[in-house]
């Protein structure tokens, strides 16, 4: 978990801990990191489940004790993280990327998004990985404070892109670890430019509807 | 209706109806807009509702004759639809665009969209429109297919952006009169631009799991 000591790494790393799967929270920091690992297994032990293992390393000892890693930093450090993660990545690894480019990360609006060249800010993890690397995109639409507080039911879809079927189908069952969210293969991963637009969208709701955690939910699926 | 003979504008036209909203539906020519409105008035006597009257008109005839126009036109056709519209439409009425900018409308994927110099289609529109018009983006996720048959049940959100309060509330009004339709306001009008590119989205879902019509209900309003 690249950025976990941010919002939405510590959110999934509670729950994911909870769900009996071992995390590896990365940050510049290996001290930080630590304290992260110390305070999910603490609001896990508070929620009372057999939590899984968490540690805390420095980003690239934390990326390469894992066949899957997840970014989740903001969308102005997404370079400089990929830069110093290609020698940690290994060729079958897979890279899931939740990055958003909310113009936020230019001083611009978090209802508003910054062109990306490549198309999303997931193509371009796919075009910074190490060859070989399948990279996904997902976890656009859930909250970061609905995830980081156990007691909090979750009832609402993870929609995923990319190209590689193996990897969507390894970041697929590790969504359905967590209770009530399902996820939804959404296509290709230039799909990615559409999801990363989600983000913005809910917020825009949320502060319309005066609401703190809207999600998104598809309806014709079994 | 602009574009009433068009899927999208005769399954909205036909659920409509069905709920007792008077319709007319505009074409290019008077014809086959009759033809159209005579087409959803049998369909909708065969569901055995009391049927509110559904005309046919030439567009600009069509567009005159009501305070809301809902152009629902393939996206190369908006345009010339809008210049079209110009002397119809009052500086009082509503303006709700479905348009989706598919890169279909140039040969290219029904999964991709083309990027619009004012940043969506309803912005275009906004662009086009004579002042006054107050321009409402909505309907991009419900399926013309399920809206032409009365017998399925719907249950999923329209999500609307604009600028203009009222308007917004008026759709919003429109929208509840279809049962299994709840309207969300999701912010500016500017949001289209998000909206707009969840049709590709459902799109490539649908292809990905190989079923009809998928749609969207956001979770976390009450």
Redesign the interface.
């Known amino acids: 978990m690249i950025g976990g000591t941010g919002a939405l790494g510590f959110g999934l790393a509670v729950r994911w801990s909870l769900a009996g799967v071992p995390i590896v929270i990365g940050s510049r920091s290996p001290e930080r990191a630590e304290e992260a690992a110390a305070k999910v297994s603490e609001r896990v032990r508070g929620a009372g489940g057999d939590a899984a293992e968490v540690e805390g390393f420095q980003n690239e000892d934390a990326a390469s004790r894992a066949a899957t890693v997840l970014l989740a930093v903001p969308f102005r450090a997404q370079s400089e993280n990929l830069n110093n993660l290609r020698g940690a990545l290994r060729p079958s690894s897979t890279l899931v990327d939740a990055t958003v480019p909310l113009a936020a990360a230019i001083g611009g609006r978090a209802?508003?998004t910054l062109g990306v060249w490549q198309g999303s800010a997931a193509q371009q993890a796919e075009e910074m990985a190490p060859r070989g690397v399948a990279v996904v995109s997902a976890f656009h639409t859930v909250?970061a404070a609905a995830l980081s507080d156990p007691g909090k039911a979750l009832?609402?879809d993870v929609?995923i892109a990319g190209d590689d079927r193996k990897a969507k189908d390894d970041v697929a069952a590790l969504v359905r670890r967590i209770p009530g969210l399902r996820p939804?293969?959404?296509?290709?991963l230039?799909?990615a430019?559409?999801?990363e637009?989600?983000t913005?969208?809910?917020i825009?709701?949320?502060?319309?509807?005066k609401?703190?955690?809207?999600?998104?939910?598809?309806?014709?699926?079994e």
Chains 1, 2 share one sequence.
Do not use: A, F, M, W
């Not at 939804?184 to 290709?188: I, N, P, R, T």
């Open positions: 209802t508003r909250s009832d609402e929609l939804v293969d959404c296509g290709e230039e799909v430019r559409i999801l637009q989600l913005p969208l809910l825009s709701v949320n502060k319309r509807h609401i703190k955690h809207s999600g998104v939910r598809l309806t014709g699926l």
